[in-house]
């Protein structure tokens, strides 16, 4: 009798602890899940800082990790060393779900101006009109800047940095920025995704696995990306996640 109590129990507790683990670990994608998607509030994340309560120069309040403060901050200061008068300073940092979906659904709309409201707001196709506005901007759920990795510097303008202050800015980070564990994710040259930016860059040793996470994310919960409602349009867009998401510069990957 005792055997078969002794038996019963080790299976019960067998089964108890797959029960338990299968929770965590569904506690733990969801976690990840809201964090790759940008649906948390970085302004009471304890691992992310208000770059205002830094030295790092930016135009307004805005927040990104610890770990890419403490990176930028050594690259700021070096790059400060080699260019007494010129500046770099940061104009957009982390964005959340909501954040994203306001910058998207102006776009759409037209309230927001792209490069004028017409461009958008003349397009009857939904996907069309989509593709149009990812040239430059990110389906909620989908951006770099839900990470707290990814920020934009000075003028999010190609030009500026083809020639003076701009080319020397460019020019420095291609040429060191890896060093700090910093990449520019929207090269020249790639056959997919997003057009060149070469104002976004973006902090590799959290990056590239928060974009494995990302990937993991949309292979079990597409419909977090293609349910109607999510933002305008994402019923009929949302397919193109992946597309964007992945179509990056390799050092990125």
Known sequence: MHNIIVFFLSIFLIIFSLIVTGKETEIKMISVSNYVTGRFDPTKHKNFINLKKTTIPCTSEMYLRRETVDSLKSLLNDFG???KKIRIYIVSATRNF??????????????KKYPVASD??????????????????????????????????????????????????????????????FAQPYTEGRLNGYKEEKWHWSYMPLSKQFLKD?????????????????????????????IYVNSINPDCK
């Open 214 to 242: 990302w990937n993991s994310v949309y292979n079990k919960n597409p419909e977090l990306f293609t349910k109607p409602g999510l933002f305008k349009g994402s019923d009929k867009s949302g397919h193109l996640s992946p």
């Open 98 to 111: 909501n954040s994203q979906k306001s910058i998207w659904d102006n776009k759409w709309t037209g309230k």
């Open 120 to 181: 958008i707001v003349k397009i009857s196709d939904p996907l069309q009109k989509a593709t149009k506005i990812l040239e430059y901007s990110s389906m909620p759920g989908t951006s770099r800047h839900h990470w707290g990795t990814d920020f934009d510097i000075n003028q999010l303008n190609n030009s500026y940095y083809q020639k003076g202050e701009g080319k020397i800015i460019y020019n420095w980070l291609k040429k060191n920025a890896a060093k700090y564990g």
């Open 81 to 83: 060393k080699e260019n």
